[in-house]
């Protein structure tokens, strides 16, 4: 037996949550993956997963077992990782998760450049229809949103920026609709926002005038368009069916256009950080260091919104 793949097995299959996707993680087969662990459990004399036909958990046995040799495993990758890479540039696959809306506006516009910095540096952006608020095991890289701040996990993760809920519109629109004044008079617009459970539907907009520390609660006018979809949201404002809601970091494109216009400049909805997380605590590959140092050189102050100023 070997005891070293036998642990990264069983590391992989609690991480990914199952054999099958941790036999594809491991570019090995299912056989293998639960040979080796079977494999492991003799050699140790005690049952470290508790299998049924629907559920797959650790036993205590395991908890403990796993606690142990998970820090084991990553300092040895580290140590591989830096040998095997010293005095060479950053390459490999490097797997990021992210919303549709970040990727396409912010990430694969980037990835021409990032490739020609890095050019051993395969990219591949899987996405998802909602903000992540917690990495995805199977990528090397996540970009999380929260409102306040990262639950705890065993993942670390790095601030990128905050963005900020913006009002936006066609030029098509804003000709036959006098552009609002305040952000009161939404209520008589045409006003694209998703509606649906846990969607609040009283909105808080702060003035962002110089001195100024106004905020108000607005009910926005109903619009004759309606989607679950941000995208299908955003479709519609291009074709100047109303005023439609957007995270700073997925109008800037838009805007930097022409093809949206922003309306209420000096105020602003609710914000979000934004966060490239990845597993473990320890180790930080050198692709993902790559990858953070050259997205922060592009957005720059964490603390601040790299998105409003288009």
């Known amino acids: 037996m070997n005891q070293l793949d036998s642990m990264r097995a069983l590391l992989s299959v609690v991480d990914q949550g199952g054999f099958a996707p941790a036999a594809q993680a491991l570019n090995t087969s299912r056989a293998k993956v ?36 998970r820090p084991l495993i990553e300092g040895l990758d580290a140590a591989n990782d830096e040998a095997s890479t010293s005095g060479r540039m950053p390459g490999g696959l490097l797997k990021v998760q992210s919303s549709l809306d970040f990727a396409a506006a ?8 990032l490739q020609r910095v890095y ?4 990219i591949e952006v899987n996405t998802s229809d909602r903000l992540l608020e917690g990495p995805d095991l199977k990528s090397d890289v996540t970009v999380l949103f929260s409102r306040q701040g990262l639950a705890d996990g065993d993942y670390t993760a790095f601030k990128l920026g905050t963005t900020h809920a ?14 609002p004044a305040h952000p ?3 209520e008589q617009h045409e006003c694209l926002f998703p509606k649906g459970k846990g969607i609040a539907e009283v909105l808080r907009f ?13 009910r926005p006018g109903p619009a004759r368009f309606h989607s679950h979809s941000p995208e299908a949201l955003y479709m519609a404002a291009l074709q100047g069916m ?6 700073s ?16 400049p000096d105020w602003t909805g609710e914000s979000w950080q934004v966060w490239l997380a990845f597993t473990g605590r320890k180790h930080v590959p050198r692709k993902v260091q790559a990858f953070l140092a050259f997205l922060r050189s592009e957005f720059g102050d964490p603390e601040a919104d790299p998105w409003q100023g288009v």
Not at 106 to 113: A, C, D, M, S, Y
Not at 119 to 122: F, I, M
């Open 34 to 69: 639960t040979r080796l662990i079977q494999e492991l459990e003799a050699a140790l004399n005690i049952r470290l997963l508790q299998r049924t036909t629907r559920t797959l958990s650790l036993t205590d046995e395991g908890e403990v077992y796993v606690a142990r040799i």
């Open 106 to 113: 912010q990430l694969i516009p980037r990835v021409p450049r």
């Open 119 to 122: 050019p051993q540096l395969e």
């Open 166 to 179: 913006l009002l936006c519109a066609s030029p098509r629109y804003l000709e036959a609709h006098p552009a």
């Open 184 to 186: 009161l008079e939404l």
């Open 206 to 218: 702060r003035s962002t005038a110089a001195g100024a520390q106004a905020s108000v609660d607005v």
């Open 242 to 247: 109303g005023i439609v809601g957007m995270l």
């Open 249 to 264: 970091a997925h109008a800037q494109p838009y805007l930097r256009s022409g093809a949206l216009v922003r309306v209420l």
